[in-house]
């Protein structure tokens, strides 16, 4: 299986951002999708995840209402794409953003997750 994170750059607060995660591999459809993101000197944090049919996200408290995570699964079986809606960005959200792969629901452990991104940097100012 790969990831490839994409869609990162420099966006001002209170602005939207879209990150893509394209997903390739055997029973890639299958896989359970989570985005992480990183900020330097913090431990890698949870930002959200999405059941392998699309209809069933989780999120913790700390990312309810801004974030959305979605997921197109390709008529291809091998591929999918994943998104990360960022809105109402602020200047805390500024990290390298990952997507990651596995098949634990809902999961927010980072070292349960098989299969890593390159990841994609998104900063935020102000």
């Known amino acids: 299986v790969q990831l490839q994170a994409s869609g990162g750059g420099q966006v001002m607060a209170g602005g939207s951002l879209t990150l893509s995660c394209a997903a390739s591999g055997p029973y890639v459809r299958n896989l359970v999708l989570a985005w992480f993101r990183q900020a330097p000197g913090k431990e890698r944090e949870f930002v959200g995840t999405?059941?392998?049919?699309?209809?069933?996200?989780?999120?913790?408290?700390s990312m309810k209402g801004r974030f959305t995570i979605s997921r197109d699964n390709a008529k291809d079986n091998a591929k999918m794409t994943v998104y990360l809606q960022m809105n109402s960005v602020k200047p805390e959200d500024t990290a390298v953003y990952y997507c990651?792969?596995?098949?634990?629901?809902?999961?927010?452990?980072?070292?349960?997750?098989?299969?890593w991104g390159q990841g994609t940097q998104v900063t935020v100012s102000s």
């Open positions: 999405i059941g392998t049919a699309g209809a069933r996200t989780y999120y913790p408290e």
């Open positions: 990651a792969a596995g098949t634990l629901w809902p999961e927010m452990r980072p070292g349960m997750y098989e299969y």
